[in-house]
């Protein structure tokens, strides 16, 4: 089973912090079609976050389509991230890639036009 890297004192909430881990799982192959998540209960207390921030994450993400619970069984991939988020849902992702990049950067004195640039270089040396 797939550990999720949950970090309190990270600036990102908690809920986006395990949403975007789950997201990941299923777009690098961790996760796949099918598999079978913890519970909310048992994800809670080995993350030792409240389980309320768990479920709201599961329900998000049936919501979108990427996990679906089957009750009284638990809850399971529906489908590959990329096949199952909205337009709308990756952008928001993708936005929220981009904060935790620049704040990162930040966080090792680069400012966001340095990072930009850094990218933006690499970019060209890749094609």
């Known amino acids: ?59 998000e993400l049936e919501r979108t389509g990427i996990l679906e619970t089957r009750r009284g069984v638990g809850t399971f991939v529906k489908a590959r991230h990329f096949e199952a988020a909205k337009d709308r849902d990756r952008e928001r992702e993708l936005r929220e890639v981009e904060d935790h990049f620049l704040a990162e950067a930040a966080h090792l004195g680069f400012s966001a036009k340095e990072a930009i640039e850094h990218m933006k270089n690499r970019l060209q040396k890749e094609k």
């Open 1 to 59: 089973m797939m550990s999720f890297n949950i970090k309190a004192e990270h600036p990102m909430p908690l809920h986006h912090q395990l949403e975007r881990a789950i997201r990941f799982g299923i777009a690098t192959g961790k996760l796949t079609i099918g598999d079978q998540l913890p519970t909310v209960r048992s994800l809670a207390v080995d993350l030792k976050i409240n389980a309320n921030t768990v479920a709201k994450v599961y329900a």
